[in-house]
T-cell receptor, first 115, second 113 residues
Framework: KAGVTQTPRYLIKTRGQQVTLSCSPISGHRSVSWYQQTPGQGLQFLFEYFSETQRNKGNFPGRFSGRQFSNSRSEMNVSTLELGDSALYLC??????????????FGEGSRLTVL | GNSVTQMEGPVTLSEEAFLTINCTYTATGYPSLFWYVQYPGEGLQLLLKATKADDKGSNKGFEATYRKETTSFHLEKGSVQVSDSAVYFCALSDQGGSEKLVFGKGTKLTVNP
């Protein structure tokens, strides 16, 4: 069974640009979550999608957005990039979507560098 | 809001040493508790979990017990190996009906031969 796939793995952008990151969950998983990982703040929740609906959102500015498609694939977008957006962006998928199991399957992440 | 506090490390041990990584939490209700591990260059993977008070999660020689009275979920292993070198994250489920997890800052473990 293929794992969670994130693309691109690495990217470099300049301030003011926008970026789109993609996540393909494990087949059959309907919930996709996104996290930002930085050395200073650790892992911070961005948002979660379940059956194409945003079910939960973290405390990030509106420049961060996402969506989920009917095949459960998800994208997140960051507009007007700032230096502080440099981070590893992790996508995680899960099957049940109930929050009880808690077993998230993570991708290897997309490492964004903003210059 | 809910939060997780874990010892930040880094922690450096010799092979076969005993490991403890402390984790305490603040939460309303009764969250599930987790330990995730991140090996170099990889994403996080679930190591173990406990869903109610006094539950003990265990996997690959690691153990952690859900202690409601002390709001703790300390990770232990009796004899670490070089292959255990990784970053360990304690986490809790933030609310029912959502997959949101709240993570601690992570503890980097290095095991020397």
């Amino acid at each position: 069974k293929a794992g969670v796939t994130q693309t691109p793995r690495y990217l470099i952008k300049t301030r003011g640009q926008q970026v789109t990151l993609s996540c393909s969950p494990i087949s059959g998983h309907r919930s996709v979550s996104w996290y930002q990982q930085t050395p200073g703040q650790g892992l911070q929740f961005l948002f979660e999608y379940f059956s194409e609906t945003q079910r939960n959102k973290g405390n990030f500015p509106g420049r961060f957005s996402g969506r989920q498609f009917s095949n459960s694939r998800s994208e997140m977008n960051v507009s007007t990039l700032e230096l502080g957006d440099s981070a590893l962006y992790l996508c995680a998928s899960s099957m049940a979507g109930t929050g009880i199991n808690g077993e998230l399957f993570f991708g290897e992440g997309s490492r964004l560098t903003v210059l | 809001g809910n939060s997780v506090t874990q010892m930040e490390g880094p922690v450096t041990l010799s092979e076969e040493a005993f490991l403890t990584i402390n984790c305490t939490y603040t939460a309303t209700g009764y969250p599930s508790l987790f330990w995730y591990v991140q090996y170099p260059g990889e994403g996080l993977q679930l190591l173990l979990k406990a869903t109610k008070a006094d539950d003990k999660g265990s996997n690959k020689g690691f153990e952690a017990t859900y202690r409601k009275e002390t709001t703790s979920f300390h990770l232990e292993k009796g004899s670490v190996q070089v292959s255990d070198s990784a970053v360990y994250f304690c986490a809790l489920s933030d609310q029912g009906g959502s997959e949101k997890l709240v993570f601690g800052k992570g503890t980097k473990l290095t095991v020397n031969p």
